[in-house]
């Protein structure tokens, strides 16, 4: 899983590095054409028509990354990363709670048939063979019954509470970059808005002009931070609904160990 969750981070790293380099060669452009079309003395009204049929025919990928562009390739830079790590670490924790479900039924089934015919061995023998938190608690609970059933009790209890806090590894970040997207991307808000107004005060007029592009800006970061929330929220609500399934299936799985072994003491 660490493995996993590094080449994870890694591609999201050189990802962003690549979307920023981008919008820097996208914005010296940029700032060429315009001294280009500044030069030319004649208007170019015949070109006017192409250029609003390439327009429409601008893909979503580059209408996201011209948005992307314009927003500043500074804070929007940091609200993708907030993304990037969220996903990387969604996706870790997503293929880790779906190797860690099991068949607790056919599980307690296979560990009871081999309690009544092989014994305490046996039925260790079956949990080793089986992955996932709810054979790690039946091993424990075995490996312990012969200090009595209370012992073996408290050691499914106790392990129980190990195997919890490695579901729930790491899924606090990504609670706090769904914080933290909505907050940098108000944050952008205000900054837009404060260099509108300075705008105005250096100009000492109120033009459209002059304050299109702050409240420009500051929409933009806005509406890319809460999609950055809204997306992670999704996989955080379901990373959450897995680990909840898991623990009861952990619960469940707990009782029917202790009343296999009342029997089996019997």
């Excluded at 992670?232 to 029917?256: C, G, H, P, R, W």
Aim: hydrophobic share 50%.
């Amino acid at each position: 899983m660490k493995r996993v969750f590094s080449i994870l981070v890694i591609t999201a790293v050189m990802a962003l590095s690549n979307l920023t380099a981008q919008a820097n060669t996208a914005t010296l452009m940029t700032a060429n054409a315009a001294v280009i079309t500044a030069v030319q003395d004649e208007p170019a009204d015949d070109a006017a028509a192409p250029a609003d049929d390439e327009a429409e025919s601008v893909s979503f990928t580059q209408e996201l990354k011209k948005r992307f562009i314009e927003g500043g390739p500074g804070f929007m830079g940091i609200v993708l990363l907030c993304l990037i790590l969220g996903l990387a670490i969604a996706i870790e924790r997503i293929i880790y709670l779906n190797l860690a479900t099991t068949n607790t039924t056919k599980l307690a089934q296979d560990v009871e048939d081999a309690l009544n015919s092989g014994g305490i061995e046996a039925a260790k023998e079956v949990c080793r063979n089986t992955r996932g938190p709810v054979a790690s608690i039946y091993y424990q609970g075995l490996d312990r019954v012969d200090e009595g059933v209370e012992a073996a009790e408290k050691a499914v209890v106790a392990y129980g509470g190990v195997q919890m806090g490695l579901l729930e590894k790491n899924v606090s970040w990504v609670s706090l970059f769904i914080a933290l997207a909505p907050m940098l991307g108000f944050m952008g808000t205000v900054i837009g808005m404060i260099q509108a107004f300075d705008k105005i005060e250096a100009a000492g007029d109120m033009q459209p002009s002059l304050v299109a592009g702050g409240i420009k800006v500051a929409l933009l970061t806005t509406v890319f931070g809460l999609i950055v929330a809204i997306i992670l929220q999704i996989f955080y609500n379901y990373i959450i609904a897995k680990i909840d399934s898991i623990v009861n299936d952990m619960e469940d799985a707990s009782i029917t160990l202790i009343d296999m072994l009342v029997r089996y003491k019997k």
